[in-house]
């Protein structure tokens, strides 16, 4: 079911919609449920404590590493087959 949102705009805002909208052949209420839909999906989703919870945890662990041009030398050479060091 459909709802309706009501919001309220100065002239010179509502100008700067309907020009935007006009450039792409929209009409003012597609642009904004298009613009709507575009930042709903940018905001993050999930407990940002959790996120972070888990990053924390993720930095107390000592994980292998190496230099990144012997690391990629290392990948290159992989994909040869036989090729060993």
Known sequence: MSKRLQVLLNEAELREIQRAARARKLTVAE?????????????????IRKKLQVVRAAVKHSYPTSDIDQMIAEIERGYGGSDRP
Do not use: F, I, M, Q
Request: charged share 30%.
């Open 31 to 47: 642009w904004v449920r298009r613009t709507l839909r575009t930042a709903s999906s940018n905001e993050p989703s999930g407990d």
